[in-house]
């Protein structure tokens, strides 16, 4: 699976992005979809996952401003980003596991796209 990460770029404080996460080589519909950031200087962190039952988390950084979901049909997934602060930027990847469970951790995912750069100003 070949992941590509877009739609980040810069926003001022409150506004809104909407991220794509492209599949191609295989068909997302049984994988879990997270996306993860990394501002720089600190690590990557969780920042939301939609396992392939519909099932969807994120941090709580992140719960009530972002919202997930995938569309099967286009073996893409999306990561809706509202009311932005300046804490939000960072590099944004979107990440497959491909047990469809998906997890808070990394290290429990397959494939990774190159991640997107989202910038918000205050």
């Known amino acids: 699976v070949q992941l590509q990460a877009s739609g980040g770029g810069l926003v001022q404080a409150g506004g809104s992005l909407r991220l794509s996460c492209a599949a191609s080589?295989?068909?997302?519909?049984?994988?879990?979809v997270g996306w993860f950031r990394q501002a720089p200087g600190k690590e990557r962190e969780f920042v939301s996952v939609i396992r392939s039952d519909g099932n969807t988390y994120y941090a709580d950084s992140v719960n009530g401003r972002f919202t997930i979901s995938r569309d099967n049909a286009k073996n893409t997934g999306y990561l809706q980003m509202n009311s932005l602060k300046p804490e939000d930027t960072a590099t944004y990847y979107c990440?497959?596991?491909?047990?469809?469970?998906?997890?808070?951790?990394?290290?429990?995912?397959?494939?990774w796209g190159q991640g997107t750069l989202v910038t918000v100003s205050s």
């Open positions: 990440a497959a596991d491909f047990r469809g469970g998906g997890t808070v951790l990394a290290s429990s995912y397959d494939y």
């Open positions: 080589g295989r068909t997302l519909r049984n994988y879990a």
